[in-house]
């Protein structure tokens, strides 16, 4: 979802969302957004829900791929609903990636057992950078 900032139109609002399920491995990882040529994204909050069996412990990271940069949220356990447990983390976050880079979230998780759920929003914006490749710190 985008959304222009009329105070500021250098900034163009957006929400990315990432999920990915994997019945008997573990990790998965979700797709990646790849920054659009003379942007920078900037990432400003982050939220994740995963669902795993009971029992099970999950690590879940955002991830540069082409930078090898990961940034970790602290997961939560909700609970347990019947036979899974439930995590969620929400974190405010500063994260800069380039134009033609690309993010995507990855979860691990302590057993090969049942399924693992995974689904990540990112909140942030998108800067123009402008001709020359520079962009500005905001």
Same mark, same amino acid.
């Given at each position: 979802v985008r959304v222009r900032d009329v105070e500021n139109p250098a900034r163009e609002g957006i929400t990315? @969302? !990432? =999920?990915?399920?994997? $019945?008997?491995?573990?990790d998965c990882a979700? *797709? +990646? /957004? %790849?920054?659009p040529s003379g942007k920078r994204l900037v990432v @400003? %909050?982050?939220f994740a829900h995963v669902v795993?069996?009971?029992?099970q412990s999950? &690590?879940? *990271?955002?991830? #540069? $791929?082409?930078?090898?940069? *990961? #940034? /970790? &949220?602290?997961?939560q356990? %909700? +609970?347990? !609903? +019947?036979? &899974?447990?439930v995590f969620t983390a929400a974190r405010a976050a500063r994260m800069y990636v380039n134009a033609g880079d690309t993010i995507l979230a990855h979860a =691990?998780? =302590?057993s090969f057992q049942g399924n693992l759920f995974l689904e990540v929003r990112l909140a942030g914006y998108l800067l123009d950078c402008g001709p020359g490749g520079g962009c500005p710190v905001p």
């Open positions: 990315l @969302e !990432f =999920s990915c399920n994997d $019945p008997g491995g573990a979700t *797709s +990646g /957004y %790849q920054v @400003e %909050q982050a795993v069996p009971a029992g999950v &690590l879940v *990271s955002l991830r #540069h $791929p082409t930078i090898l940069d *990961s #940034h /970790y &949220l602290d997961m356990r %909700q +609970g347990t !609903f +019947g036979t &899974l447990d =691990s998780r =302590s």
